[in-house]
């Protein structure tokens, strides 16, 4: 009777460690790719925080997949959108804004004003170009891993990929001339 106890014991540390050396590694990336779809930082820690929670209590009661960071991914994404279907979008870009004041050096404001410009461009971009466009541009996924998350195929990343590329140029290009005029004015 001790053995088998002893043996139960055995699995579920094993478990933590399947956790703490497969999922924690995955923080940083899920928080970017959250901030990225919830356009505010809190709501993105609390997102991360919520499925991290979710998956440890679970952990004893799945099998994870052969891919654990695409499907930790598209559990994030999914969590992240029931979240939008809750708030208005205006909100939480708003609340983002006001809360990035922060006194830095003449360089760091320059680089801070182009990742801003940039953040403003991406948010601007239809939801699925800004997601497809974050999944290969920041976190470094593959097509291939990109088309099994947001379910379709890969010609059509590769489209969608190239239109959010397109319009991104586009925003950017209409961002800096506004702001051009606004200078000389």
């Known amino acids: 009777m001790l053995r088998f106890a002893h043996r139960d014991r055995l699995t579920d540390t094993m478990k933590d460690s399947e956790y703490t050396r497969l999922i924690l590694p995955l923080r940083d990336r899920m928080f970017r790719y959250a901030r990225s779809l919830l356009l505010s930082s809190v709501e993105a820690e609390d997102a991360v925080c919520e499925l991290l929670a979710r998956l440890w209590i679970e952990r004893g009661q799945r099998e994870l997949p052969r891919r654990v960071d695409s499907f930790v991914m598209t559990a994030l994404r999914n969590r992240c959108y029931d979240l939008l279907r809750q708030r208005q979008a205006d909100e939480r870009r708003r609340e983002a804004m006001t809360r990035s004041v922060e006194r830095v050096t003449e360089a760091d404001i320059r680089r801070m004003e182009a990742r801003e410009l940039v953040r403003r461009a991406m948010a601007a971009l239809p939801d699925r170009q800004r997601e497809v466009l974050h999944l290969k541009e920041i976190e470094g996924f593959a097509t291939r891993e990109i088309a099994a998350m947001i379910g379709c195929?890969?010609?059509?990343?590769?489209?969608?990929?190239?239109?959010?590329?397109?319009?991104?140029r586009g925003i950017l290009q209409k961002m800096m001339d506004d702001e051009r005029t606004t200078r000389t004015d």
């Not at 195929?153 to 991104?168: P, T």
């Open 153 to 168: 195929d890969e010609a059509q990343v590769r489209v969608i990929l190239s239109r959010a590329r397109m319009a991104l």
